[in-house]
Nanobody, 127 residues
């Protein structure tokens, strides 16, 4: 059974930084692209970033490019999201996700491409 557990969320001020972590178990971690999504109140779940199996490829939504960095440590079965220069519009619940088994895409970026999800961690950015 796949388990994804996010941590690192919190309340920060605009311009601050946060690093989210997602610990994975129950899967051969290095064989799955891993992604981060977010969902703000009243809005649909939004793709944020994805990292390929070997971490050689990453892809970001335009609104976070240059501010967020996704990375992974396959030895620790963990994926990270370093968030800098946070803005109030980054406020959301952030979810970690593992790509669906057998998916051939290198950097999937739609919810339908992901088969396992964490419970989410709240990030609140005050102005």
């Amino acid at each position: 059974q796949v388990q994804l557990v996010e941590s690192g969320g919190g309340l920060v001020q605009a311009g601050d930084s946060l690093t989210l972590s997602c610990a994975a178990s129950g899967l051969t971690f290095s064989t799955y692209p891993m992604g981060w999504f977010r969902q703000a109140p009243g809005k649909e779940r939004e793709f944020v970033a994805v990292v390929s199996r070997s971490a050689s490829n990453t892809y970001y939504v335009d609104s976070v490019k240059g501010r967020f960095t996704i990375s992974r440590d396959n030895a620790k079965n963990t994926v990270y999201l370093q968030m800098n220069s946070l803005k109030p519009e980054d406020t959301a619940v952030y979810y970690c996700a593992a790509a669906a088994k057998g998916l051939m895409l290198i950097t999937p970026n739609e919810p339908k491409h992901f088969g396992s999800w964490g419970q989410g961690t709240q990030v609140t950015v005050s102005s």
